[in-house]
């Protein structure tokens, strides 16, 4: 069945350090990816999303994010994170061929905590 | 701001009894979808539609239901609430659901059943 795993329930780094938050998908094609910013009490934000082309993906806040299809993954990175990145992050995909709703299947979320 | 807007932001309610969320999607958008976030089952899609008409069905209780106006805003409706409906609904829009196309998030409505 297809799934959204993101292993890391929370990672905890310190400003300035580098962060990189994982995503594994299982599907038999490549999907549409997303990585979406949940801040506390708020909605979600698109930082990045992959369709096709260029496997390196470039974000808004300084995140970036590479699509490997040999490991189903597509790992979320920023190189010195601030104590504004304290979050949650999801990483989602839209199963394409599946079905034509392109509704978005999340994983479960990683909270990120910034220490000083 | 992603110019999606939900109201009311919260809700406070009593089991049995039906309250309504609306949504309002960007501006040229024709799609929306509904999502819940709730602390055990993680972010759900529930329902989509476009421009008026439903297109897919998520994990949706039949106790819920959903529309799409002319106007293109969308308003959720859950019934016979249990405590276990208190959640974080939120709203999505985008312009072509053929492609897939970002979905734009509003800030939810927080739903809490006593």
């Known amino acids: 069945a297809q799934s959204v795993t993101q292993p890391d329930i929370h990672i905890t780094v310190s400003e300035g350090a580098s962060l990189e938050l994982r995503c594994n998908y299982s599907y038999g094609a490549t999907p549409y990816l997303f990585w979406y910013v949940q801040s506390p009490g708020q909605g979600l934000q698109l930082l990045l999303k992959?369709?096709?082309?260029?496997?390196l993906v470039q974000g808004i806040k300084g995140f970036e994010a590479e699509f490997k299809r040999s490991q189903s993954s597509f790992n979320l990175r920023k190189p010195s994170v601030h104590w504004s990145d304290a979050a949650e992050y999801f990483c989602?995909?839209?199963?394409?061929?599946?079905?034509?709703?392109?509704?978005?299947?999340f994983g479960a979320g990683t909270t990120v905590t910034v220490r000083a | 701001d992603s110019g999606v807007t939900q109201t009311p932001k919260h809700l406070i309610t009593a089991t049995g009894q039906r309250v309504t969320l609306r949504c309002s999607p960007r501006?040229?958008?024709?799609?929306v979808y509904w999502y819940q976030q709730s602390l055990d089952q993680g972010l759900q899609f529930l329902i989509q539609?476009?421009?008026?008409?439903?297109?897919a069905k998520g994990n949706i209780l039949e106790r819920f239901s959903a529309q799409q106006f002319p106007d293109l805003h969308s308003e959720l409706n859950l019934s016979s609430l249990e405590l276990g409906d208190s959640a974080l609904y939120f709203c999505?829009?985008?312009?072509?659901?053929?492609?897939?196309?970002?979905?734009?998030f509003g800030p939810g409505t927080r739903l809490l059943v006593l």
């Open positions: 992959y369709f096709s082309g260029d496997t």
């Open positions: 989602a995909v839209v199963f394409i061929y599946l079905s034509n709703d392109y509704k978005l299947s």
């Open positions: 999505a829009s985008s312009v072509n659901p053929n492609t897939g196309e970002t979905q734009y």
């Open positions: 539609y476009y421009n008026g008409e439903e297109r």
């Open positions: 501006s040229g958008d024709l799609s």
